[in-house]
């Protein structure tokens, strides 16, 4: 396993992030409990979840799974970079959502009692909230930090803009900020090539991209859709209509290379200077070890060159749209 710094931090985290957004729903807590410990076997270290995980009705559940696994000791929760996730409404009343002071302290000490564990490693704002000042959020993350409950703290998607707004505040309330953002970002959606990127790299940011494979239209979704094992429908299917013959041409590649469609679209990521780690979501072990493959995948410039000719990227903003 190769390991790289998050951000700027000095946090060693593997090129490869389990994400487990799948535990409980399409992934039963036995085989999310194999597929974790296959990850530390394989060496990831680096484990993202979130409190509403297992949504609706069930949310927290995801979290609760986990930490039955830590519960069951031998190291794991030592082992473990784990980061969890703050925004999303946890109940019905008006103050069990967002990123007010009161939401956070709530939702952090329901996350380490639903995780089994007394910190968390990466604590990441799910979302911008527009109705709360930095000032009040960093005053939260402070008390937090203080008291041992959060090591460092991470955005997940927020705009170029909405980082650099985070950082300011954090700089005047003398505290370090952002260590990483959360991104959709892969081979289909390049937009935080735009600005997303560039704020995070200046400001220091590991590049953490969710959706690696595009709801699974980079995964190889022509040839499953051909042998019929996979049939698309509702906005699935009109994104893959709409990018058909990119992903012809993408599969084709693929197959001249004698690579997975996924094991392409991971390792392209992981060949961007800026990303830290790409989120999998496996439901089983063995989606877990077909992803492991793309550490493996070296890319030389040429393919590289012929990726951006499919899914054309960006320049920096305003170079993109100026002169």
Same mark, same amino acid.
């Given at each position: 396993?190769?390991?790289?710094?998050?951000?700027?931090?000095?946090?060693?985290?593997?090129?490869?992030?389990? @994400?487990?957004?799948?535990? @409980?729903?399409?992934?039963?807590?036995?085989?999310?409990?194999?597929?974790?410990?296959?990850?530390?076997?394989?060496?990831?270290?680096?484990?993202?979840?979130?409190?509403?995980?297992?949504?609706?009705?069930?949310?927290?559940?995801?979290?609760?799974?986990?930490?039955?696994?830590?519960?069951?000791?031998?190291?794991?929760?030592?082992?473990?970079?784990?980061?969890?996730?703050?925004?999303?409404?946890?109940?019905?009343?008006?103050?069990?959502?967002?990123?007010?002071?009161?939401?956070?302290?709530?939702?952090?000490?329901?996350?380490?009692?639903?995780?089994?564990?007394?910190?968390?490693?990466?604590?990441?704002?799910?979302?911008?909230?527009?109705?709360?000042?930095?000032?009040?959020?960093?005053?939260?993350?402070?008390?937090?930090?203080?008291?041992?409950?959060?090591?460092?703290? &991470?955005?997940?998607?927020?705009?170029?803009?909405?980082?650099?707004?985070?950082?300011?505040?954090?700089?005047?309330?003398?505290?370090?900020?952002?260590?990483?953002?959360?991104?959709?970002?892969?081979?289909?959606?390049?937009?935080?090539?735009?600005?997303?990127?560039?704020?995070?790299?200046?400001?220091?940011?590991?590049?953490?991209?969710?959706?690696?494979?595009?709801?699974?239209?980079?995964?190889?979704?022509?040839?499953?859709?051909?042998? &019929?094992?996979?049939?698309?429908?509702?906005?699935?299917?009109?994104?893959?209509?709409?990018?058909?013959?990119?992903?012809?041409?993408?599969?084709?590649?693929?197959?001249?290379?004698?690579?997975?469609?996924?094991?392409?679209?991971?390792?392209?990521?992981?060949?961007?200077?800026?990303?830290?780690?790409?989120?999998? @979501?496996?439901?089983?072990?063995?989606?877990?070890?077909?992803?492991?493959?793309?550490?493996?995948?070296?890319?030389? @410039?040429?393919?590289?060159?012929?990726?951006?000719?499919?899914?054309?990227?960006?320049?920096?903003?305003?170079?993109?749209?100026?002169?």
């Amino acid at each position: 396993m190769h390991y790289r710094n998050l951000g700027r931090s000095g946090l060693s985290v593997s090129r490869l992030c389990l @994400g487990t957004m799948n535990f @409980g729903w399409k992934c039963e807590e036995k085989e999310a409990h194999l597929i974790m410990d296959y990850a530390l076997e394989r060496g990831i270290n680096f484990f993202d979840t979130a409190d509403i995980y297992y949504w609706g009705e069930h949310r927290g559940k995801t979290e609760e799974i986990i930490g039955r696994w830590f519960a069951q000791g031998s190291g794991r929760r030592e082992r473990t970079i784990l980061a969890t996730k703050v925004y999303e409404p946890m109940g019905d009343l008006p103050n069990e959502r967002g990123l007010s002071a009161l939401h956070i302290r709530r939702a952090l000490d329901a996350s380490l009692k639903r995780l089994q564990t007394d910190y968390i490693d990466l604590y990441q704002f799910h979302h911008i909230d527009r109705a709360t000042p930095w000032e009040e959020i960093w005053q939260a993350i402070d008390v937090a930090v203080r008291q041992g409950k959060i090591l460092y703290v &991470g955005s997940s998607n927020f705009a170029g803009w909405h980082i650099a707004a985070a950082q300011a505040g954090a700089k005047a309330a003398g505290m370090p900020g952002l260590v990483s953002e959360q991104s959709i970002y892969n081979l289909i959606t390049r937009t935080p090539e735009l600005e997303v990127l560039p704020s995070a790299r200046h400001h220091g940011l590991g590049i953490i991209p969710w959706s690696p494979l595009q709801g699974g239209l980079l995964g190889g979704v022509l040839a499953d859709e051909q042998s &019929g094992l996979r049939r698309l429908d509702g906005r699935a299917a009109v994104t893959l209509e709409r990018y058909r013959r990119q992903i012809e041409a993408y599969e084709a590649l693929a197959a001249d290379l004698e690579l997975a469609p996924a094991t392409l679209a991971l390792s392209w990521l992981l060949h961007q200077p800026d990303v830290t780690a790409p989120i999998v @979501g496996p439901r089983t072990r063995e989606q877990l070890e077909s992803s492991l493959s793309a550490l493996d995948a070296s890319l030389s @410039g040429e393919v590289l060159a012929r990726l951006d000719a499919i899914f054309p990227g960006y320049k920096p903003a305003p170079e993109e749209y100026a002169w």
